[in-house]
């Protein structure tokens, strides 16, 4: 069965600490993972996608499909990465649908 | 930068009553997609439509659902007859390939 799991609901951490907002995935077929991101009061919006290996504001995301992760990483977080992450995985069967994971509510602490 | 637009942003319905949400995706996009996100829970997959048809559709989605896209601009979906747990925020999305949905501001659906 297709699934994406994100064990933390809520992260808190201090500005400029190292922030890790962890995903798993149980995906039979060849994975095409997203991060997608939720700013209060705004809509989901795409972050990053793992094909890509970009760093968007200074967030990465490596695919290990060892162990069925894809753990979005920032180096020093900032006040304004507070928000809603949901790490998503896109599913090929006939045609395409996202199946998103539960979200973290990440919270930066100034 | 194109948007997904969608109408109202805010409805208020009595349960057992019919209820249309209204989407316009981005223009040269081909798929799309109604997510919804129960309060403090995560989104949810309810359908995708390609080429004039329903593509997939999760459990949630049964016969009280419908989509429509009925003059190619809008993208619509229909509640039959609401009950209170349909209250949530719907999304509608949209893609033009596999996997990156760009996703309208949300409606949230109110069953009293």
């Known amino acids: 069965a297709q699934r994406v799991t994100q064990p933390e609901k809520l992260l808190s951490v201090f500005k400029g600490a190292p922030v890790e907002l962890k995903c798993n995935y149980s995906?039979?077929?060849?994975?095409?993972l997203f991060w997608y991101v939720q700013y209060s009061r705004q809509r989901l919006q795409l972050l990053l996608r793992h094909i890509s290996r970009e760093s968007i504001k200074g967030f990465t995301a490596d695919l290990n499909k060892g162990e069925t992760s894809f753990h979005l990483k920032k180096p020093f977080a900032q006040e304004e990465d507070s928000a809603m992450y949901y790490c998503?995985?896109?599913?090929?069967?006939?045609?395409?649908?996202?199946?998103f994971g539960p979200g973290t509510s990440l919270s930066v602490i100034p | 930068e194109p948007e997904v637009t969608q109408t109202p942003s805010h409805q208020v319905t009595q349960m057992g009553q019919e209820v249309i949400l209204r989407c316009v995706p981005i223009?040269?996009?081909?798929?799309f997609y109604w997510y919804r996100q129960i309060l403090g829970q995560k989104v949810e997959f309810l359908v995708s439509?390609?080429?004039?048809?329903?593509?997939?559709k999760s459990e949630i989605f049964d016969d009280q659902f419908s989509v429509e896209r009925p003059d190619g601009s809008n993208f619509t979906l229909k509640i039959r007859s609401t009950k209170l747990e349909d209250s949530a925020m719907y999304f509608c999305?949209?893609?033009?390939?596999?996997?990156?949905?760009?996703f309208g501001q949300g409606t949230r659906l109110t069953v009293v």
């Open positions: 998503a995985l896109s599913v090929k069967t006939s045609y395409d649908k996202v199946i």
């Open positions: 223009s040269n996009h081909l798929y």
């Open positions: 999305a949209s893609s033009v390939t596999s996997g990156e949905a760009f």
């Open positions: 439509f390609y080429n004039n048809e329903i593509s997939e």
């Open positions: 995906y039979s077929g060849s994975p095409e």
